[in-house]
């Protein structure tokens, strides 16, 4: 929605003719942007995070092949710079609710806005622990990593960054 443009809700009875009453609330805007706090992390340590409930600002559509709807829950975004190149991945060993975070990554030059994420994956508390898919990275570039809730209901997670490896089989 757009401040200062004025809007119409339409409220319709789904029935005949006995009517209904609802009651219901708007829940004003509040500026919620994710890329003003965007935290660094470590590869091999646990961050856990809570995301309040409410509308995200980024709106990207979800990675899970059984679920093309938008995450459109609030985000929260972490910076990481790898001190080695190889492949990442990001392990999610706590999720005290049912609610789906999706995991995405994308180089911190390419900005912190809406474009060019990468999914990794995504998991609720039904499939923990559970690895996302791999990301190659580069030493000294710095990534932005974000999880996205699926719904409006918030989340809370706790994840590790895997150290980058390369793996020659």
Known sequence: LQAGTQYYILVDAYSDFSGAN???????AEGYDPCLSITPVSCGTETTFTIPAGPGAIDIPSCIAYNNYPDVGKEVIYSYTPTST??????????PGWEWVTYYIKEAADGCNANNWTCL??????????????????????????????SMNGASQTFTITCPEIHNP
Request: glycine fraction near 10%; proline fraction near 4%; aromatic fraction near 14%.
């Open 22 to 28: 609802h009651d219901f609330t708007i829940n004003c």
């Open 86 to 95: 190889g492949r990442i991945a990001i392990n999610v060993t706590v999720t």
């Open 121 to 150: 994956g995504g998991v609720s508390s039904v499939w923990t622990p559970y690895f996302t898919n791999p990301f190659d990275v580069t030493a000294g570039t710095t990534y932005y990593i974000m999880a996205d809730v699926g």
